[in-house]
């Protein structure tokens, strides 16, 4: 059985995931404890980031670059790092990429550009690369048919087998020792709302990640997505979503799981449900069967987000997301009254 750290102390959080899910959380939880690592998946290889790795050999950036940005203390620089080109040869880039992309030809390792961009963003907290390898994702159906490439996978359709279906590296790639460390010494371990096969999975199949997470002190907390991926999670309701993150892991490794309870408003759903994309359901006599405590609240953020027109690089903007606010009360109601966390349900 895990045990609370000392509520006396700063907790150590280490937050898992890539995008647009980690930004999100970053934004609610840094405000806990100054004592925050993002750590980011590194086999995105679509829009900004895709074009800079295909033409200059570099680690992607565009993942590393939301998190500095979250946890950025320098409101007018951020700005600077997200600034997306909008015309010319560099029509779709964004200057954070490019920034990150000039810093590791520079000093020859990403991390340490990671590092250098930490200050100048001047970062709370830590941003770390899951692995320093140049990797390429790969999903292998149940019939041994693979796909090369996270944006590929990303964007195709299928029908997972939860037995048989995988996903891996190539090549094999090992965890950061940092990173590695930063998971051993944390408290709390938050994985962030993402794809579960393109933002998660890359992360969890990285040699010494999901070992880490089994042995680690740590109380493990998922949070779910609000909606299905169609053609890859349709049908899967939060339970569905936990067992799946955890076969990638290979073990029961969550302790909680936020999910949201309420619906979003008619205007929103309407245009996700011409999309396929259904709100992912939740089956409460199921979840209080689970190993893990199952958290339901109101998580469906009310700011209304517009698809970027200008912005050809990238295909797909949420509309749905969750609220940080919600995030951070949930997350500090684990951390701090685990005795009342009944209320929540």
């Not at 059985?1 to 939880?29: A, C, D, E, R, Y």
């Not at 993942?63 to 007018?76: F, M, P, T, Y």
């Not at 909680?256 to 939740?282: A, I, R």
């Not at 509309?319 to 349900?345: N, W």
Request: proline share 5%; charged share 25%.
């Amino acid at each position: 059985m895990k045990h609370l750290p000392n509520p006396t102390h700063h907790k150590k959080i280490v937050v898992i995931g890539g995008g647009t899910g980690s930004f999100t959380v970053l934004q609610g939880l840094k405000s806990l404890t100054p004592d925050i690592t993002a750590l980011v998946t590194m086999a995105d290889d679509g829009g900004s980031t895709g074009v800079l790795r295909d033409e200059l050999g570099v680690l992607p950036p565009g993942d590393i670059r939301q998190c500095l940005v979250a946890l950025s203390r320098s409101e007018k620089i951020r700005d600077v790092f997200n600034y997306r080109f909008e015309s010319g040869t560099l029509k779709g880039h964004s200057f954070g990429n490019l920034f990150l992309t000039a810093l590791e030809k520079l000093n020859g390792n990403f991390a340490e550009a990671v590092k250098t961009a930490s200050e100048i963003l001047n970062v709370q907290g830590r941003v770390m690369p899951i692995t320093l390898d140049n990797v390429r994702l790969v999903y292998e159906d149940a019939t041994g048919r693979q796909t090369r490439g996270e944006h590929k996978i990303d964007t195709m359709r299928f029908t997972p087998d939860s037995g048989q279906a995988r996903i891996y590296l190539e090549p094999s790639a090992s965890i950061n020792p940092e990173a590695l460390q930063a998971i051993k010494d944390a408290n709390y371990i938050v994985i962030a709302p993402g794809d579960i096969y393109t933002s998660i999975g890359p992360l969890l199949v990285v040699d010494g990640v999901t070992e880490s997470l089994q042995s680690c002190k740590a109380k493990i907390i998922y949070i779910c997505n609000l909606v299905v991926k169609p053609g890859q999670t349709t049908g899967m309701d939060v339970s569905a979503h936990a067992a799946e993150i955890e076969r990638l892991a290979g073990a029961p490794i969550l302790d909680y799981v936020l999910y949201n309870n309420t619906k979003p408003v008619t205007t929103l759903l309407e245009k996700y449900v011409k999309k396929e994309e259904y709100p992912v359901d939740f089956n409460k006599k199921q979840l209080r069967r689970a190993t893990y405590h199952a958290i339901g609240w109101s998580f469906i953020s009310k700011e209304d987000v517009k698809s970027l027109a200008h912005d050809p690089l990238v295909h797909h903007r949420s509309l749905i997301r969750h609220d940080t606010t919600a995030i951070k009360r949930a997350v500090k109601r684990i951390m701090y009254s685990p005795i009342m966390l009944t209320k929540l349900k």
